[in-house]
């Protein structure tokens, strides 16, 4: 079985510019999360989809970073303009549609230096 | 949703057990206890889930006693190859996830 798959691996920028990341999950699993991990800090949750429909972006900053998960299946993350503070690695997961455990399949992460 | 203490960091030796305990003092009744491992530049895996008494898998086994305040992840003999940062978590099955600062094993030679 195919894992999460994430592209890029490693992007730098410089500050303001705008950056996007891909995430295509494991075929099949209905609930997609991102989470943003600066070094040292455990993952932090930014956003969680079922499906296409949001269920969670208390935590996503929305004045610079914007999701979607338009036909429900792979998810795009955006963040327009970037700053300094938005290094990190940047974590997808999925969970099958019905799993009664905690077990959320994470991808390998897209690191993001801004310069 | 319950917070979880755990130590920042813990160092063993190749073939010990090592125990890593978790606090969660106001862990509520349909929270679940979830451990993940961690290797640098990989996402977190799934390691092992229980709500109270005792679980084991192949991997680890995940210690809860009656009042659930707490939690004891036991890796038995330990390689070099679990040097990793180890989370902690509860939350309701299938629900939010809020990962700690998590605890650094480091495994020696």
């Known amino acids: 079985e195919a894992g999460v798959a994430q592209s890029p691996r490693y992007k730098i920028i410089e500050k303001r510019q705008s950056v996007a990341f891909w995430c295509n999950p494991i075929?099949?699993?209905?609930?997609l999360y991102w989470y943003q991990q600066i070094l040292g800090q455990g993952p932090k949750l930014l956003i969680q989809?079922?499906?296409?429909?949001?269920?969670?972006d208390s935590q996503l900053p929305k004045d610079r970073f914007s999701a979607e998960r338009l036909k429900g299946v792979d998810s795009t993350l955006k963040i327009q303009p970037a700053k300094l503070e938005d290094s990190a690695v940047y974590l997808c997961?999925?969970?099958?549609?019905?799993?009664?455990?905690?077990?959320?399949?994470f991808g390998p992460g897209t690191r993001l230096t801004v310069l | 949703l319950a917070k979880t203490t755990q130590p920042i960091s813990m160092d063993s030796y190749e073939g010990q057990e090592v125990n890593i305990t978790c606090s969660h003092n106001?862990?509520?009744?349909?929270?679940?206890i979830t451990w993940y491992q961690q290797f640098p530049s990989q996402g977190p895996r799934f390691i092992i889930q229980?709500?109270?008494t005792k679980v084991t898998n192949e991997v680890a086994s995940l210690f809860i006693p009656a009042d659930r305040k707490s939690s004891t992840l036991s890796l038995p003999r330990v390689s070099l190859s679990d040097t990793a940062v180890y989370y902690c978590?509860?939350?309701?099955?299938?629900?939010?996830?809020?990962f700690g600062q998590g605890t650094e094993l480091s495994v020696k030679p």
């Open positions: 229980g709500y109270k």
């Open positions: 989809f079922q499906n296409n429909g949001v269920v969670d």
């Open positions: 075929s099949g699993h209905a609930t």
């Open positions: 997961a999925s969970v099958p549609t019905r799993s009664s455990y905690n077990e959320q399949f």
């Open positions: 978590l509860v939350g309701g099955s299938g629900g939010k996830l809020i």
């Open positions: 106001n862990i509520a009744t349909n929270d679940y």
